[in-house]
């Protein structure tokens, strides 16, 4: 006797106002104030709802969260090493196929979403996320990037931007710019070299309903799929906690990051800004930065203008202004209106 | 219907997940276990065996893979050797402390440095500590039967704790032994479903692992010592009832064989015992009152079944086919145990030890020979002329 | 055979049941300087706050005609002031509020 596995169907959010008012990362928990890593979880807690178990490697997002012995988890969710959380995230949604098929437990397959910070997807947990992605499990695995190991106090992490000062790349006499190396790239890794990924995608903070809806997309689809989700770190970076979604912004209108979708070979873009900000008016309001001298902004100016033009990110088309939502005055459909 | 079969350690352990019906796998290639995985493979792949198989990237991804599908509830099997069991080390406390039953499967093979297929038991003794359930199968029937028995204590809700499975890579693992393969129905009657409160159910939401505090730690490890102390009285019950059903009777701990007139013991474990049974019997044949104690639970230690069986003797040897480097013997771990368990006994024996085995080398009947004189030479002179012997490298 | 004083009782295999609607056991409204006011009259229920608040501190209400804030868990970082598309935010020093600055029975 074998059951058929069935998978949930997550509808479209079109605006702030049309997003589910139940919590799954509720109050509660020991990030810093204006975290966004935080921020993002309640989103993509938010966008999975209830049917969800999250696995949550050791990171900001498993220590912070779950000090001590309580979590703000409303779903069922398990800690996982910070080399692992792919892997632990695989044996999830194999024991949920074999067990809904024999009949053992009854519902839709959960969404199993990893939820790692960047050292967990692409430094020490590369190799587990790559597994995950080869196998085909359907899941979703996120990448929160807070650019750093943030965690442990600060040090590097391989998408810590060229230039980051870090407690492993402090700027010195030998070291002007502290971090020589430029970051990878966590969907490029993912993209093109994993048969089984349909979907990948990149998200900022700056814009939640662009990152629920992904999220909801990366869940609807059969098979394993991958989220960049940009989520800055006050304490890390360096500015001012009430900031965090300022910088968010930021960063995607000085091209430092760009949001995207990559879909069964296609690339399309959101929240393209119709003219990029120079990068130094991103650099000059975080501390990481302050080090920089003209040469370093140069060159992280460069990489940004290089990436821009890679294969696949045209520059030069031009594109309809987006509609902007978060921005407008929307006092119709809710019987709430005040006009 | 049950039936009898000529197969290897490793088809054995793979009979053994089949009939356990476990329900996901975890493969990665490493010699000589990997023949469990080609094996198990070939059954899901034909459908006698409905079981989610995820080749893992490596074995440390084996056990964490199978740490996920254990907390969901699902009955879970992987495996691995040598530097393979080594490489996953990180993975093996959490998956104790979660309390989760997961099973694996060691044949065992001498670490590295450099490349040796050969048999030793250091591989597993490494991870001891870690809070697993571990023992070792003399031949393929014992391995067959430990997996079903080890599944059986795991997973009672008195024990929830992982279990290594162990056998000698090479001498149990690859070389045919008859197994009695039980009728379905047997295994069915013996081993009941896993059942786990604390699962991943999004109907009944758990934090499963949260940060503690330094000063919440040591209870969480109090936890887990009592879990283990608990396993012997678990043990005890299967295994009777294993008797029971299949017609098997195993000694829950420590196997005697010929000792209760005997003035000298071989202390053992795994396949080398089969070799000391041959010896005792010439050495007997010869007027040598030797005996045997086969260690079959390294984890939890049978304390008392260990100074019960010894001090019916007047000296014993401990077998090692593991090393410890730089420890009080400068030899293998057993005997740490052994004197352990023997120090408070009124009349102690006198307890020496064999390097035998290591690398993979043979040990031959001529070797417990060798230990024999030994321990009839330091029963005349009162005592052992030395706490370690390396069987091969000795002068005499 | 071992006694576990009342303090050091801890779950079993480590594992918590998961809260429902907040997490007690973690507090946060006493880490705050400053708290977030609204001006009603200013408030167009564009729900950016509820959006951008990492810890769930805004919330709409049953009715849907207004936006609640969680003083006890507050951190007060301010991003719903900065990102409040209105001006109905705006920030208030802690300590000129007389339930300012939650104080908890026993420390965590």
Same mark, same amino acid.
């Given at each position: ?40 979880? /309640? ?5 999975? @709802?209830?049917?969800?178990? !999250? ?48 009949? /053992? ?35 979703? !695995? ?75 997309? @990366?869940?609807?689809? /059969? ?33 430092? !990051? ?76 809710? @019987?709430?209106?005040?006009? | ?396 | ?108």
């Amino acid at each position: 006797m074998t059951t058929a596995v069935q998978t949930q169907e997550l509808a479209p959010i079109k605006r702030i106002r049309d997003m589910p008012r139940e919590e799954y990362y509720v109050p509660g928990h020991r990030t810093c104030a204006g975290c966004g890593p935080a921020l993002q979880y /309640k989103l993509v807690a938010k966008a999975a @709802g209830p049917n969800t178990i !999250f696995v949550g490697p050791t990171g900001c997002m498993y220590v912070a969260n779950s000090s001590y012995l309580c979590t703000p988890y409303a779903v069922p969710w398990i800690h996982a090493q910070i080399t692992n959380g792919g892997a632990v995230a695989s044996g999830i949604e194999a024991a949920y196929q074999v067990l809904i098929r024999k009949g /053992k437990w009854e519902g839709k397959l959960p969404n199993v979403i990893c939820m790692a910070g960047d050292g967990g997807s692409v430094d020490i947990g590369l190799q587990a996320m790559s597994a995950m992605m080869y196998r085909g499990h359907d899941s979703l !695995f996120i990448c929160y990037d807070n650019e750093a190991y943030a965690n442990t106090g600060i040090q590097t992490s391989p998408t810590t931007p060229y230039g980051g000062a870090t407690t492993f790349t402090p700027p010195g006499k030998l070291i002007p710019e502290g971090k020589k190396t430029f970051p990878k790239d966590p969907p490029q890794l993912v993209i093109g070299g994993h048969p089984a990924v349909k979907y990948v995608a990149t998200a900022s903070i700056a814009y939640p309903v662009d990152l629920m809806n992904k999220v909801r997309k @990366g869940l609807n689809y /059969k098979g394993p799929t991958f989220l960049h989700i940009h989520a800055p770190c006050p304490k890390g970076w360096k500015f001012p906690e009430d900031q965090t979604i300022e910088i968010a912004r930021l960063a995607v209108q000085t091209g430092m !990051f760009t949001i995207y979708e990559w879909e069964n070979g296609e690339y399309k873009y959101q929240h393209r800004p119709q003219q990029y900000k120079p990068v130094s008016e991103y650099l000059k309001l975080m501390g990481r930065f302050a080090h920089l001298q003209p040469e370093h902004v140069q060159k992280m100016q460069a990489f940004v203008d290089a990436k821009l033009k890679a294969p696949g990110m045209p520059v030069e088309i031009p594109i309809p202004p987006p509609r902007d939502f978060e921005a407008m005055d929307l006092g119709e459909g809710t @019987g709430t209106a005040r006009h | 219907m049950a039936k009898e079969v000529m197969i290897s350690g490793c088809a054995a352990s793979a009979q053994a997940a089949k009939a356990a019906k476990v329900e996901v796998i975890c493969s990665y290639p490493i010699r000589p276990y990997t023949a469990v995985m080609m094996e198990l493979a070939k059954l899901v792949a034909n459908g006698e065996l409905d079981a989610e198989f995820i080749h893992g990237e490596g074995e440390h991804a084996q056990l964490s893979v199978v740490y996920g599908a254990s907390a969901c509830g699902a009955r879970t099997f992987t495996g691995s050797s040598g530097v393979g069991v080594t490489y996953a080390y990180e993975v093996y406390s959490p998956i104790a402390g979660a309390r989760l039953p997961v099973q694996m499967m060691i044949a065992d093979r001498t670490l590295d440095p450099p490349g040796d297929f050969g048999s030793e038991h250091t591989d597993a003794f490494c991870v001891r500590d870690m809070g697993w359930i571990m023992g070792w199968a003399e031949e393929p029937q014992e391995a067959f039967d430990n997996h079903l028995i080890n599944y059986r204590v795991g997973e009672d809700p008195r024990i929830y704790l992982p279990q290594f499975v162990c056998q000698d890579g090479y001498f149990v693992s690859h070389i045919p032994g008859k197994v009695v393969l039980p009728d379905q129905s047997q295994v069915d009657e013996f081993l009941p479903p896993l059942k786990m409160d604390h699962r991943l159910d999004p109907k009944k939401p758990i934090s499963h692992g949260p940060q503690i505090r330094p000063d919440q730690g040591d209870a969480l490890e109090l936890a887990r010592a009592m879990a283990m102390n608990e396993v012997p009285k678990v043990a005890k019950e299967a295994i009777d009832d294993f008797a029971r059903i299949f017609g098997r009777k195993y000694s829950p701990f420590v196997e005697e064989y010929m000792l209760d007139d005997a003035d000298l013991a071989i202390f053992i474990q795994g396949a080398h015992a089969a070799t000391a049974r041959a010896a005792i019997q010439k050495l007997r044949k010869q007027g040598v009152k030797i005996g045997m104690a086969k260690l079959r639970f390294v984890r939890p230690w049978p304390t008392e079944a260990v100074a019960e069986a010894l001090s019916k003797v007047k000296a014993v040897a401990v077998v090692e086919t593991q090393t410890s480097y730089g420890g009080a013997t400068r030899g293998g771990g057993l005997m740490f145990e052994v004197c352990t368990s023997l120090y408070d006994v009124p009349k102690r024996p006198l307890v020496t030890s064999f390097m035998a085995g290591l690398g993979g080398e043979v040990v031959k009947v001529e070797d417990f020979e060798y230990m024999a004189k030994h321990l009839t030479k330091a029963i005349q002179d009162g005592k052992v002329c030395k706490k370690v012997h390396w069987i091969g490298f000795e002068p005499d | 055979m071992y006694l576990i004083p009342e303090h050091k009782q801890v779950p079993f295999a480590g594992c918590t049941t998961a809260p429902v609607s907040e997490q007690r056991m973690m507090i946060t409204g006493n880490w705050r300087t400053y708290r977030p006011v609204i001006n009603r009259e200013e408030c167009n229920l564009c729900l950016s706050c509820v959006a951008y608040c990492p810890d769930a501190c805004w919330q709409l209400n049953e009715a849907g005609d207004e936006v609640v804030w969680n003083a006890e868990y507050c951190k007060g970082c301010l991003i719903c002031v900065n990102e409040c598309t209105h001006g109905a935010l705006s920030k208030a020093h802690e300590l000129d509020f007389e339930d300012g600055v939650v104080r908890l029975d026993k420390p965590f």
